[in-house]
């Protein structure tokens, strides 16, 4: 597999700031080209150049920052220095000057295969920025090939960097993606402009909180976190806010079950869901890909506090072991399904579909019951993840 390499180009001012890089403006709690650069990374490039034609203190702030991504970021001037920081037989993903998109718009550009132009036929669409024929216009975004770069390397040194390789790709005759309506209402889009920017910013991350399968997360706790992000995100709330809140409602919600208050204690825990939900997809933003799968985890950990010490409770209280024994399978069964390397369906269990499924059980004092149907639930989600492997297979 050819190595992927991405080419930014960081030279427009923005129309509402003049003297300040459209890439240095903030977007998703970090500056537009850092979160092109998550982007990037996350798609798989080893190599980043960054185009510029002049570097700003911000800017040059921002590649910094970028850099600790453990990637290689560096800056170019020209297509030949480009292709002269590029190994052989690499494949270069592009990204317009400007240009707002999220994981799965760079993901198709970003898989292997022959030279491609991410299109538009809406002149007026956002994403639109250049015309290459009577119908399509570019959307921003292209995969070339290095020996594309190196002839654009060969023109005259007055060419329009962006605009040369664009032309050398549709004159290679690549082939044309078109933008769907999903990738746009995604918030796939060029802004030039602080204002446009901020606009785009709640659109993405809508979309990013919506990547979610399962049930619970999809319709209640991530609506939860795509009201939230936007706030934290313009009031710059580091990562570890809401997973702080997220941790402290959490021992509240333990507490509060150890004292036999049952329904209070799932109430919390759904609390501490909904925060915990919303500090994985700030992370997701950011780039912390890794964090963010742990707090995946950290949903079970909740999850098992909550039934164990629940079941313990109610144990106790009945003098009867089966509440307990209910808890624990449906911990290990749940523990199990999340290990399940096949993907998960819409109805199946997660750690946020138990707690809602028990806080109505608890508040009505039928803990047992709720702990039966979670265990089943449990069960019936795990043999679908077995059968689903087998097909695999």
């Given amino acids: ?25 903030p977007f998703g709690g970090m500056t537009l080209l850092e979160y092109q650069v998550r982007l990037l990374v996350g798609a798989g490039a080893q190599q980043v150049l960054i185009a510029v034609g002049r570097v700003t203190p911000a800017l040059l702030a921002a590649i910094n920052r970028a850099s600790r991504r453990d990637i290689a970021v560096d800056v170019v001037r020209s297509a030949e220095e480009a292709a002269e920081k590029m190994a052989p037989g690499t494949r270069v993903l592009v990204l317009a000057d400007g240009l707002v998109t999220t994981d799965p718009v760079i993901d198709r550009m970003g898989s292997e295969g022959p030279e491609a132009l991410l299109v538009t036929d ?36 007055d060419y329009d960097f962006q605009s040369a390789l664009l032309r050398v790709a549709a004159q290679s005759g690549a082939q044309h993606v078109p933008l769907t309506s999903g990738w746009l209402r995604g918030g796939h889009a060029v802004e030039r402009s602080a204002e446009g920017l901020a606009a785009r910013n709640t659109g993405v991350l809508a979309a990013l909180s919506e990547r979610r399968d399962d049930w619970a997360d999809r319709w209640i706790f991530t609506r939860i976190a795509r009201l939230a992000l936007p706030e934290l995100v313009s009031r710059n ?9 997220g941790g402290v409602l959490g021992v509240m919600a333990l507490v509060a079950l150890g004292a036999a208050w049952t329904g209070t204690g799932l109430i919390v825990a759904l609390l501490s869901a909904a925060a915990l939900t919303t500090a994985a997809s700030l992370t997701t933003l950011r780039g912390e890909d890794r964090r ?45 399904v ?44 795990l043999a679908a993840a077995v059968e689903a492997t087998r097909e695999k297979a």
Avoid: N
Wanted: some cysteine.
């Fill in 1 to 25: 597999m050819a190595m992927l390499a991405g080419l930014i180009f960081a030279i427009e001012e923005a129309s509402d700031r003049p003297g300040t890089l459209v890439a240095t403006l």
């Fill in 237 to 245: 709330v580091p990562d570890w806010g809401p997973l702080v809140a």
């Fill in 292 to 336: 963010s799968q742990m707090l995946e985890w950290a949903m079970l950990g909740l999850f098992g506090g909550v039934a164990l010490v629940a079941g313990w409770i109610e144990q106790t209280l009945l003098d009867s072991a089966t509440p307990m024994v209910l808890a624990m399978v449906a911990l290990a069964a749940q523990a199990l």
């Fill in 122 to 157: 809406q002149a007026d669409s956002p994403a639109a920025i250049e015309r290459l024929d009577m119908r399509d216009c570019w959307a921003g975004m292209a995969r070339i090939s290095l020996a594309q770069l190196k002839k654009i390397a060969e023109m005259p040194e």
């Fill in 338 to 381: 999340e290990r399940a390397p096949s993907r998960p369906r819409r109805w199946w269990a997660s750690p946020s579909a138990h707690l809602l499924l028990l806080t109505p059980f608890a508040l009505a004092g039928w803990v047992g019951i709720g702990f039966g149907l979670s265990a089943l639930y449990a069960f019936g989600t």
